[in-house]
T-cell receptor, first 113, second 112 residues
Framework: NAGVTQTPKFQVLKTGQSMTLQCAQDMNHEYMSWYRQDPGMGLRLIHYSVGAGITDQGEVPNGYNVSRSTTEDFPLRLLSAAPSQTSVYFC????????????FGSGTRLTVV | GQQLNQSPQSMFIQEGEDVSMNCTSSSIFNTWLWYKQDPGEGPVLLIALYKAGELTSNGRLTAQFGITRKDSFLNISASIPSDVGIYFCAGLTTDSWGKFQFGAGTQVVVTP
């Protein structure tokens, strides 16, 4: 039982490049979310999903796209990377979005130069 | 924008001391969670609270759901070196199911 798996762990991008951060969970959780963590800012919600085929925007969605074609996977796409997107990105999943909270992956550290 | 205010921002304490931190909000929450993050890792859930006034313990950790439903508190008793890390509060309002808001975190440093 791997929990929430994020790949890659580290990535350096040039401004304007695009890429996809991968997230997979093996707990059959319906809810999945993407957060970014910046110093002094805590965790800010980018996008979330309440089930396969359903996604919605969070607090800071600009510059990011998501899709949820299966229960297990919730990839985050950076369309055209900018230095302001340098951050640590966390994927998380939850069975119900409330009672059990979210289980987090170990993060992807992204640097945009 | 972020509605949760978490304080203090950082704490430097000696081993054996008790630690207290809190989160306040302008909104009414129906769920409060407390997480701990070790360096290079994702946050791990410590305690979950669901009712106003609720007091819940997990070993040396105790958390309370404030009576007004706009705040929560976390206490760590008799701190040990492995308590080092960043502690986050997270809250869920009644109209934002699944969309937890996080505080900015409290950095705890324990010195022997």
């Amino acid at each position: 039982n791997a929990g929430v798996t994020q790949t890659p762990k580290f990535q350096v991008l040039k401004t304007g490049q695009s890429m996809t951060l991968q997230c997979a969970q093996d707990m059959n959780h319906e809810y999945m979310s993407w957060y970014r963590q910046d110093p002094g800012m805590g965790l800010r919600l980018i996008h979330y999903s309440v089930g396969a085929g359903i996604t919605d925007q969070g607090e800071v969605p600009n510059g990011y796209n998501v899709s949820r074609s299966t229960t297990e996977d919730f990839p985050l796409r950076l369309l055209s990377a900018a230095p302001s997107q340098t951050s640590v990105y966390f994927c998380a999943s939850s069975p119900d979005g409330q009672v059990y909270g979210y289980t987090f992956g170990s993060g992807t550290r992204l640097t945009v130069v | 924008g972020q509605q949760l205010n978490q304080s203090p921002q950082s704490m430097f304490i000696q081993e054996g001391e008790d630690v207290s931190m809190n989160c306040t909000s302008s909104s009414i929450f129906n769920t409060w969670l407390w997480y701990k993050q070790d360096p290079g890792e994702g946050p791990v859930l410590l305690i979950a609270l669901y009712k106003a006034g609720e007091l819940t313990s997990n070993g040396r950790l105790t958390a309370q759901f404030g009576i007004t439903r706009k705040d929560s508190f976390l206490n760590i008793s008799a701190s040990i070196p492995s308590d080092v890390g960043i502690y986050f509060c997270a809250g869920l309002t009644t109209d934002s199911w699944g969309k937890f808001q996080f505080g900015a975190g409290t950095q705890v440093v324990v010195t022997p």
